[in-house]
DNA sequence: CGTAACTTGCTGAACAGCAAGCAAGCCACC
DNA sequence: GGTGGCTTGCTTGCTGTTCAGCAAGTTACG
């Protein structure tokens, strides 16, 4: 209910009723609205964190190319967020509402170290290990905005996100854009591009 | 203070002592509190189209190439969306409240038009029409999604977004990995990549 | 075994605080 | 005088929090 409606939305009789107890029974265990509500954050930071612990080994298992090995994690991200709509919307409204940053959210490091490994085996030197994280924010970005907008931005720029098949299609399409991505990485782009840019 | 902190932490009061009348003000003009924040955002989204009116026709106006003008308009629309974070919020808010969908945002289907002349321009056929859709999708997540998280995801992935090289730094990597994407389009990738998608 | 003391899970009423909305009233200015 | 812009008091409703109390269960003890 945090996740769906926000902290102020929801109220502890709504709580309670949805629990099937008494209005004042959410208090009685967590002591305070807002205690509750850091005890949800806690229970569903501990779920994300778990599955990510377990998912990891499997990640860089198998040794397939640098290139195969980031396709397959950033479609399974792509996944395991689509999975998780409550956690995004969590912390998509601590976001919104400028909690000083949670230090919770480093389980994120994981895709860090995971990412410099992969630059280090597609030869990109330490000069450029900005490029990875920027590419890591990116890759981010990409499985995670359009769970947030399937209903605002993306039907607006002709993208339908309503069924599985449209969820496939954007995966594809999301795979796809950081796999040329990385290969940008390794090969810079045409310096006359990337000229264009202090135009305003 | 709508954008900032939302609906039901922002009260009538409030409003009215920040414009510098009493607490009774704003209802008075307005009517009720959803109807001022229904202004609230109808003035927004109308400056935003007014932006977008004006940027619009300087787009596509320099004859230069398809490739150069994707470049200078994302990034135009990166420092557009930089420029507008109570509109992102705003927006952010809408989409995670549910609202039942808004018209207005449709001032992103001109991004729309832009960027169908320029995958016509790339040499895009029609059946793939859906892939520049996507594509523009993408490039407004990755101008949009540094605004919201510049607090959390980004710190959590080592990507620093405090100061304007910071932001510059991020908007050249956002350029790249597009201007990669069209390439990607033009040049669909290896297929030996894309297959690896349906693992779990 | 039986009973008393005590804990636990939970209730529902009371409380204070704050919100939005309404209506009457104030007041400068035409 | 009256009219429009704005204020202030009041009402109503909902909020989180507290608290006395209750029923069931558990333990201590004779």
Redesign the interface.
């Known amino acids: 209910m945090f996740a769906?409606?926000?902290f102020?939305?929801t109220s502890l009789s709504e709580v309670g009723a949805a629990a099937g107890v008494s209005r004042g029974t959410p208090g009685y265990f967590f002591g305070s609205k807002s205690e509750l509500y850091q005890a949800v954050l806690e229970r569903c930071f501990a779920e994300v964190r778990e599955a990510v612990r377990s998912g990891r080994e499997r990640a860089l298992a198998s040794g397939?190319t640098p290139?195969?090995i980031l396709?397959?994690a950033v479609?399974?991200y792509f996944?395991f967020l689509a999975a998780r709509p409550n956690f995004i919307?969590l912390?998509?409204?601590?976001?919104?509402?400028?909690?000083?940053?949670?230090e919770e959210?480093?389980h994120?490091?994981a895709?860090?170290e995971a990412l410099a490994a992969i630059s280090a085996e597609l030869g990109l030197d330490d000069s450029r290990s900005?490029?990875a994280?920027?590419?890591?924010?990116?890759i981010?970005?990409?499985c995670?905005?359009?769970l947030?907008?399937a209903?605002?931005?993306?039907?607006?720029?002709?993208?339908t996100l309503e069924d599985a098949e449209d969820l496939e299609?954007?995966?594809?399409?999301?795979?796809?854009?950081v796999?040329?991505?990385v290969?940008?990485l390794e090969r810079?782009?045409a310096s006359?591009?990337?000229q264009?840019?202090g135009?305003?």
């Open positions: 769906q409606k926000g102020d939305a397939q290139g195969a396709a397959g479609s399974d996944g919307r912390i998509e409204r601590e976001a919104l509402n400028g909690s000083p940053q949670h959210l480093d994120l490091s895709g860090q900005d490029d994280a920027q590419l890591l924010l990116s981010i970005a990409l995670w905005f359009h947030i907008h209903r605002t931005v993306a039907p607006a720029v002709g993208v299609r954007r995966r594809r399409h999301v795979v796809g854009l796999l040329n991505g290969a940008g810079p782009l006359t591009l990337t264009s840019l135009n305003d």
